[in-house]
């Protein structure tokens, strides 16, 4: 499996209340061209939704994200995730996640947390929350100081502001919601998730 970063240049961030919404919300974001899908833990359907995306679309590559402590990286990986992705690090997280030999995200948004994985080895970072940690100016002074660390940008960010940000050097993909609006959501629109996945896999040409 590629590096998460080179999945797919918007990663939906995707926050689930119906397991039964898993599977076509999944088929719609690989239909728009996004075929990486992050599930975040925040919901009891969580698992559930990861364990049926696992299952029923093979084309898609599902992972699971607030990815908080070991125990949550033995429920992910016994669904069936095939990325982790958090909001932050911790050493007993980041030794899980190797030893479950899953590809993983770590969460920095300073420098001193940036210098740390890479003596650890980590190379491919999430930075969150983006917008609120300094955004692209953070993004920019830290490629001249650290350029082996590559970033998946993630918090406040949406389709005007995402091609700036894949711009960049050191960004390889960013995490968003808004291919996902609560209201088609609730209306189980999948047509119009696929429309605005197609929009958002397009701002990377």
Same mark, same amino acid.
């Given at each position: 499996?590629?590096?998460?970063?080179?999945?797919?240049?918007?990663?939906?961030? =995707?926050?689930?209340?119906?397991?039964?919404?898993?599977?076509?919300?999944?088929?719609?974001?690989?239909?728009?061209?996004?075929?990486?899908?992050?599930?975040?833990?925040?919901?009891?359907?969580?698992?559930?939704?990861i364990r049926a995306i696992a299952a029923e679309v093979p084309e898609a590559t599902v992972g699971a994200?607030? =990815?908080?402590?070991?125990?949550?990286?033995?429920?992910?990986?016994?669904?069936?995730?095939?990325?982790? =992705? +958090?909001?932050?690090?911790?050493?007993?997280?980041?030794?899980?996640?190797?030893? %479950?030999?899953?590809?993983?995200?770590?969460?920095?948004?300073?420098? +001193?947390?940036?210098?740390?994985?890479?003596?650890?080895?980590?190379?491919?970072?999430?930075?969150?929350?983006?917008?609120?940690s300094g955004g692209l100016a953070w993004l920019k002074s830290l490629g001249a100081a650290l350029p082996?660390?590559?970033?998946?940008?993630?918090?406040?960010?949406?389709?005007? +502001?995402?091609?700036?940000?894949?711009?960049?050097?050191?960004?390889?993909?960013?995490?968003?919601?808004?291919?996902?609006?609560?209201?088609?959501?609730? +209306?189980?629109?999948? %047509?119009? =998730?696929?429309?605005?996945?197609?929009?958002?896999?397009?701002?990377?040409?």
């Amino acid at each position: 499996m590629p590096g998460i970063l080179a999945l797919t240049p918007v990663l939906p961030v =995707v926050v689930l209340d119906d397991v039964a919404d898993a599977v076509p919300l999944a088929r719609a974001l690989v239909a728009g061209g996004l075929p990486a899908v992050e599930v975040t833990l925040r919901t009891e359907a969580a698992l559930g939704a990861i364990r049926a995306i696992a299952a029923e679309v093979p084309e898609a590559t599902v992972g699971a994200g607030t =990815v908080l402590g070991p125990g949550h990286v033995a429920e992910a990986a016994g669904a069936g995730a095939r990325f982790l =992705v +958090s909001p932050g690090w911790t050493e007993p997280l980041l030794a899980a996640a190797r030893a %479950a030999g899953l590809p993983f995200l770590p969460g920095v948004s300073s420098a +001193s947390e940036v210098m740390a994985l890479l003596e650890r080895g980590v190379r491919e970072m999430k930075f969150f929350p983006a917008e609120a940690s300094g955004g692209l100016a953070w993004l920019k002074s830290l490629g001249a100081a650290l350029p082996a660390a590559r970033f998946c940008p993630t918090g406040g960010i949406g389709p005007g +502001s995402a091609p700036d940000y894949l711009a960049l050097p050191n960004v390889g993909c960013v995490g968003g919601t808004w291919m996902l609006p609560a209201d088609a959501l609730a +209306s189980r629109d999948w %047509a119009r =998730v696929t429309r605005l996945a197609r929009e958002a896999a397009a701002l990377r040409a």
